[in-house]
């Protein structure tokens, strides 16, 4: 796990530029740091104030021969950075930028290819060899093999820039889920490329400006991440499981700011044909070689443990293959707890704590401390966040740095193609309607009531949800008092925006199965930002967070099941419950709520800290310049009050404030 910087100038820049896109992501690897800078005669590799002394003396070809300091106004036509977290090979031998022997290929990477091992045997029996350990060098010698066709064969995470020197090209990629994160800026002086959007504030040409329509979506929707755009102007992201191939010596397409990129990667079921119970079965074998293969590491690995299905099942697995190598006495959890009884999960942590033995660490985020950090967090973050559940999670990473871990599993990506939200019954329910099952349809509607509490009108309003069309949905949110799009809190004018749902086009793959529900989430909407904020925080943390849910081979498994594998008679995340007996005590096992890492927030707002809340929601309505009408403190004191249901809206106000002020943002006046 790395921070990477890219530059193709269209006219020579200096060296200066591309050490500071990568001085500033220095939390991203403070191990070891280099650069490498080309012009048409010629390659220098060169190292940094973090380059350790081991990796100017190991005498490779990728070796720095002197410090940037020492060449900052040297010039380049297209400049690669690099901040090195040492997980996998962490000698010199490791170092990046890193090159083929030739020097031909160049390679800046963030990531890491779990099944490196096997693809080095496979790929030293067509003749190539190796100098290092390290999946870095794997990815180089599949790319000089197979081209761009590699990244197929990587099971991994990744974000990646490789300079071709013979060919003047250079690849980009991201990996098939977007679980790490690759940004690039288009302008008259260049394209930039890099792992935070931060870094392009240090660019010469930089400007703080807002992408109207995409702060509309957070604000209204709580949605970021669900397009190529950012809420940053002319700021994209290499959307997930697509390339781009640039001809650095000549221009390259670029349509309204953005590249001409490839799709290599389409998410798509398998189709399975057995019993439940052989897909129980299936499931856990996937997902055990999954935890298996992201424990390859030659450092610490950890894991967040909250106390629900999906990361006490990973807790549990890793136990298994821990104790099979005698090395269960290492392993360590890390869990945000609440000192506020229904928000706390200690009870069902110390469950999987008690089966398993491990060295388990607890964290209480405190609401003294949020304020004061809430700040840092949104600087990490680069764009504002949806809830206080990710000052939990930064807590947790935290606590997990200060015991020397490294490594951390987490268990994203779970909920979505498991059914594990209740938004998932919405489709479910439209569904058996469709097919006019009325039988199963009124045993969902009894076990939703029966396992959650729902009435029968509530059940209704999830049907509405799934089979309405969205004009009249859109009336339905806005008579419940619920997300709808125009509210009277926001103007949509000084935003420069289109009020419109942002998923209104995909309401026929939500609404028509769970799987279709699934694909939208795993690709369009909720995973995406799960993940940013993921790598945020843990990258902050100088951690490297790895999800073994997102195996490719278990999603599109999972992807491929029927739907009531998943969920039936209102019990969500079937065949991994029963996939996981024996392994997850059975009190976990049967667990229907859900929480999380979350924290007090609502109790906090209400009764603990109402006047600190109000006065930071004042500054975001001050800093929004109009965007945040007036009427945005009466959503407030109703919500305080308890006349209005609780929800994040509030919170993604100030959040949007803090950003605002933070990066600078500027706002036309209207």
């Known amino acids: ?48 104030k973090d380059t350790p002394e081991s990796s100017y003396s190991a005498g490779l070809p990728f070796s720095p021969s002197a410090g940037i300091a020492e060449h900052e106004t040297r010039e380049f036509s297209l400049a690669l950075g690099h901040r090195r977290l040492s997980i996998v090979d962490v000698s010199a031998a490791g170092h990046q930028p890193m090159c083929t022997r030739d020097g031909r290929f160049w390679i800046s990477y963030n990531g890491e290819i779990y099944n490196h091992i096997e693809l080095r045997a496979e790929l030293e029996g067509l003749g190539h060899s190796f100098r290092s350990h390290s999946d870095t060098e794997v990815i180089l010698a599949a790319y000089r093999e197979w081209g761009e066709k590699c990244l197929s064969r990587f099971n991994g995470m990744f974000a990646i820039l490789i300079h ?45 400006e807002i992408n109207g329509q995409r702060a509309y979506d957070f604000l209204v929707w709580g949605v970021i ?20 191939m640039l001809e650095a010596s000549r221009p390259f397409s670029v349509r309204d700011g953005r590249l001409t990129t490839t799709q290599w990667y389409e998410l798509q079921p398998v189709s399975f044909q057995g019993s439940f119970e052989d897909a129980a079965a299936e499931f856990r074998r996937l997902l055990e070689e999954s935890v ?79 304020f004061e950090e809430s700040p840092e967090i949104t600087w990490h973050q680069d764009e504002p966040f949806g809830s206080t559940s990710i000052y939990a999670q930064w807590n947790v990473f935290r606590l997990a740095a200060g015991n020397g871990v490294k490594v951390m ?27 006019l099952k009325w039988i199963d349809l009124v045993r969902e509607v009894s076990g939703m009531r029966r396992l959650h509490g729902y009435s029968p009108m509530k059940a209704a309003q999830y049907l509405a949800n799934g089979v309405f069309p969205q004009a009249l949905r859109d009336l ?54 799960l993940l940013h904020w993921e790598d945020r925080d843990s990258m902050a943390h100088s951690i490297e967070a790895r999800v073994p849910f997102l195996d490719y081979r278990l999603v599109e498994f999972v992807l491929g099941l029927p739907d009531d594998f998943k969920l039936a008679e209102g019990l969500t995340k079937r065949v991994l419950r029963v996939g996981m007996s024996g392994i997850l005590p059975d009190r976990i096992r049967d667990r229907v709520d859900k929480l999380g890492f979350v924290t007090a927030e609502e109790v906090w707002m209400r009764e603990k800290a109402r006047d600190a809340f109000r006065a930071r929601l004042d500054a975001a309505i001050d800093l929004s310049n109009g965007i945040l009408k007036p009427s945005s403190r009466n959503l407030f004191e109703e919500m305080a009050e308890g006349i209005r249901p609780f929800n994040f809206q509030v919170w993604r106000m100030i959040s949007f404030g803090e950003w605002l002020d933070r990066f600078g943002i500027g706002i036309r006046s209207i």
């Open 1 to 48: 796990m790395c921070g990477i910087s890219g530059y193709i100038a269209f006219s020579p820049q200096p060296a200066s530029l591309i050490r500071k896109m990568t001085d500033i992501i220095a939390h991203r690897g403070p191990d070891d740091e280099g650069f490498v800078l080309f012009s048409d005669a010629e390659a220098i590799s060169l190292g940094g």
């Open 164 to 208: 071709d020197r013979e060919r003047k090209t250079l690849f980009v990629a991201r990996d098939r889920f977007g679980v790490k994160p690759l940004y690039y800026r288009i302008t008259g002086q260049g394209i930039a490329f890099a792992s935070e959007i931060k870094q392009f504030t240090l660019l010469p040409d930089w400007k703080s």
């Open 225 to 244: 991440d669900h397009t190529d755009e950012t809420l940053f102007s002319n700021v994209y992201q290499l959307r997930p499981g697509h390339y781009a």
């Open 292 to 370: 298996s293969l992201r424990l390859r590491a030659d450092v610490p690995v950890g894991s967040c443990l909250s106390g629900g299905l999906d990361s006490s099942s990973i807790v549990c697995l890793m136990n298994e293959s821990l104790r099979k190598q005698d090395a269960h006495a290492l392993q360590k959890t890390f869990s945000a707890c609440s000192e506020v009884g229904r928000f706390d999960e200690r009870s069902w942590i110390d469950e999987v704590v008690g089966k398993t033995g491990v060295d388990a660490h607890y964290v209480y985020p405190s609401l003294d401390r949020l």
């Open 409 to 435: 599993l987490d268990g994203q990506g779970a909920d979505e193609q498991l059914a594990g939200y209740h938004g998932f019954f919405s489709p479910r329910l439209a569904s058996l309607l469709r097919s």
């Open 476 to 529: 339905l949110r806005r008579t419940q008092g619920l997300t709808h799009r125009a509210p009277d809190w926001l103007n949509a004018d000084a935003l420069n925006c289109i009020p419109a749902d942002p998923f209104a086009a995909l309401d026929g793959k939500k609404s028509s199965s769970i799987q279709g529900f699934s694909k939208v989430q795993l690709t369009s909407s909720t995973l995406q930002m």
